[in-house]
């Protein structure tokens, strides 16, 4: 299990990705969130750029009383409605995501969240 923390949103969709096994409630439907991602446990000070599926609870765990703003765009994917300002990000980071490693999709990191703590 890694602690990953996100640090920037780029949007969220419904998880369309077909062969993935989820180990936390995998009965219930999947969020992708795509953005920056800082993995804890390795020794890189970097943010990547992540793919973080979770499910609609724990997203709202993870926005809670953070005042981000999402809206559906065009293409049906949520997006933040203004860019994330430095204390957004930083509050948001500061909750811990303990996930499972997925591997890679397209060359990007992607974990499923098991549990979200702050």
Known sequence: MKEIHL???EYVEYNTTEGI???????????KVIGNIF????NEEDEDRGIV????????????NKEV???VG???????VKPLNKEQAKKIGLVTLESEFLG???????????KVSE
């Not at 993995?39 to 390795?42: H, K, L, R």
């Not at 890679?104 to 098991?114: A, Q």
């Open 39 to 42: 993995v804890a446990d390795e």
């Open 7 to 9: 640090t920037g949103i």
């Open 69 to 71: 703003e999402l809206a």
């Open 104 to 114: 890679t999709i397209s060359e990007v990191k992607s974990f499923e969240v098991l």
């Open 74 to 80: 065009d293409d049906n994917r949520w997006y933040p």
């Open 21 to 31: 096994d989820f180990k936390y409630k995998p009965e219930v439907p999947k969020l």
């Open 53 to 64: 599926f979770l499910t609609q609870k724990q997203l709202n765990q993870v926005l809670n």
